[in-house]
C-alpha cells in the first residue's frame, strides 16, 4: 500500500512560482512512476507531468512544457512539480500520483494510488 501526501498549493499572483511535494510513504519508492494530474472546477483530472523510476525520463504535458519542470528524491521519498511563469489557467486541485510500471502514462488510469490533492490558485 502506498500513501501520497500532497502540499505546497497556495494562492499565487499571475507569473509568479510555486512548488509542490509530494510525500510518500513506501519503503520501495525509487521503483514508482511518479505523476502530477490537476482538475479544474468542472472539468476531468488531466495530466501535468511525470517521471519514470526507470531512467528518470519526464514528460509534460502541452500546458506545462517549458513552464513546470517535475523531479524526484528517493532518499527523501518526495516527488517536486517546480511551477513557474503561473497562469489563471492553472489555477486547480493538483494531484499527485504512483505507478509500478516504469512507462511513463498520462493517463489516470495509468496510476494506482493518488494523494488527496493541493489546492493552487492563481490571482490575475
Known amino acids: 500500500q502506498v500513501q501520497l501526501v500532497a502540499s505546497g498549493g497556495g494562492l499565487v499572483q499571475a507569473g509568479g512560482p510555486l512548488r509542490l511535494y509530494c510525500a510518500a510513504s513506501?519503503?520501495?519508492?525509487?521503483?514508482?512512476?511518479m505523476g502530477w494530474f490537476r482538475q479544474a472546477p468542472g472539468k476531468e483530472r488531466e495530466f501535468v507531468a511525470a517521471?519514470?523510476?526507470?531512467?528518470?525520463?519526464?514528460y509534460y504535458s502541452d500546458s506545462g512544457k517549458g513552464r513546470f519542470t517535475i523531479s524526484r528524491d528517493n532518499a527523501k521519498n518526495t516527488v517536486y512539480l517546480q511551477m513557474n511563469s503561473l497562469k489563471p489557467e492553472d489555477t486547480a486541485v493538483y494531484y499527485c500520483?504512483?505507478?509500478?510500471?516504469?512507462?511513463?502514462?498520462?493517463?489516470?488510469?495509468?496510476?494506482?494510488?493518488w494523494g488527496q490533492g493541493t489546492q493552487v490558485t492563481v490571482s490575475s
Open positions: 517521471m519514470s523510476w526507470s531512467d528518470d525520463n519526464t
Open positions: 513506501v519503503r520501495t519508492f525509487s521503483t514508482y512512476t
Open positions: 500520483a504512483a505507478a509500478l510500471s516504469p512507462a511513463i502514462s498520462r493517463w489516470t488510469y495509468g496510476y494506482s494510488y
